[in-house]
Nanobody, 120 residues
Framework: QVRLVESGGGLVQAGGSLRLSCAAS????????MGWYRQAPGKQRELVAT???????NYADSVKGRFTISRENAKNTVYLQMNSLKPEDTAVYYC??????????????WGQGTQVTVSS
């Protein structure tokens, strides 16, 4: 069993900041790329940011310059620092990971999500 547990969501005013965390636990041999996705009401899930095991990052255009993704490999944890938040950032944020186990590797591991609400 592999689990991804997110934390750090909440209600923030526009211009404020939040830091999301996602910790991977369970039995696995390798933790590869990790990332954050979000889904707003009436919209499809979209990529926010990704980070490889070596620290290379990629961001959606809508969050560049405002969000920063990072990770602590020894803790099996990925973070998302969100600054200058806007109402359009309101969504459920999901942690994603590419994880290898004895049977192989899969990139469809997901956390349960954490709600981020930005008020105007």
């Amino acid at each position: 069993q592999v689990r991804l547990v997110e934390s750090g969501g909440g209600l923030v005013q526009a211009g404020g900041s939040l830091r999301l965390s996602c910790a991977a636990s369970g039995s696995f041999s390798r933790l590869n790329a990790m990332g954050w996705y979000r889904q707003a009401p009436g919209k499809q899930r979209e990529l926010v940011a990704t980070i490889t095991s070596s620290g290379s990052t990629n961001y959606a255009d809508s969050v560049k310059g405002r969000f920063t993704i990072s990770r602590e490999n020894a803790k099996n944890t990925v973070y998302l620092q969100m600054n200058s938040l806007k109402p359009e950032d309101t969504a459920v944020y999901y942690c994603n990971a590419d994880i290898c186990r004895v049977f192989g590797c899969r990139n469809d591991y997901w956390g349960q999500g954490t709600q981020v609400t930005v008020s105007s």
